[in-house]
């Protein structure tokens, strides 16, 4: 990841994010959350390109990347899911 960034491959970057959020945490086999899986879901088929969950314990975050032409899309269909407005951080 930190080559991809360097380089400025930011999609790479996305992508193996994708990659190593799904290999470490399974958040899409087992939420820990509740809406978590769906949530990711969602941001993806709205121009997401990869995220992960940080944090432990009984709280976290979805750390998402996207492009910025495709981050507004992303923040809807996270509010459409119940997700508050103020509750994103660019």
Known sequence: ???AL???ELRKFGLLLHEAGRSRSGFLQKSP???I???YEAAL???A???KI???GGGGFLLLFCQQGYQQN???SLVALGRPRDGFRI
């Open 1 to 3: 990841m930190k080559a």
């Open 54 to 56: 940080t944090g432990a």
């Open 74 to 76: 992303v923040r809807e």
């Open 33 to 35: 959350m509740g809406k």
């Open 49 to 51: 390109v990869g995220g």
């Open 6 to 8: 360097l380089s400025g």
């Open 45 to 47: 088929r709205n121009g």
């Open 37 to 39: 899986d769906e949530m």
